[in-house]
């Protein structure tokens, strides 16, 4: 059987995320934009976790896993209106 992962990428490192330019009001910016980020990505998880799909915590990231090809699991994130192309969907086989 096939297994198929989505990444669900949660923040990256202060270097990263600011590039470079770090201050008070980026500092700021970054928390709103955190905010929405972060509650995108835990609806989604919600519905992959709905849907079957089991997962652990990576340092930046959740990572899910299922049975399933990576072809269904296209097709299923489509029919959860979860955006494929915000996450990294792979075959792990």
């Given at each position: 059987?096939?297994?198929?992962?989505?990444?669900?990428?949660?923040?990256?490192?202060?270097?990263?995320?600011?590039?470079?330019n770090?201050?008070?009001?980026?500092?700021?910016?970054?928390?709103?934009?955190?905010?929405?980020?972060?509650?995108?990505?835990?609806a989604?998880?919600?519905?992959l976790?709905e849907?079957?799909?089991?997962?652990?915590?990576?340092?930046?990231?959740i990572?899910?896993?299922?049975s399933?090809?990576?072809?269904?699991?296209?097709r299923?994130l489509?029919?959860?209106?979860?955006?494929?192309?915000?996450?990294?969907?792979?075959?792990?086989?």
């Open positions: 059987m096939k297994t198929s992962e989505v990444i669900l990428y949660l923040f990256g490192k202060p270097e990263w995320e600011f590039q470079g770090v201050t008070p009001e980026t500092i700021r910016k970054k928390g709103d934009e955190l905010k929405v980020r972060l509650h995108e990505i835990a989604d998880l919600e519905k976790c849907n079957g799909w089991d997962y652990e915590a990576g340092l930046y990231d990572m899910l896993f299922k399933i090809s990576k072809t269904k699991a296209e299923e489509a029919g959860l209106g979860i955006d494929a192309d915000v996450h990294m969907l792979d075959d792990l086989d």
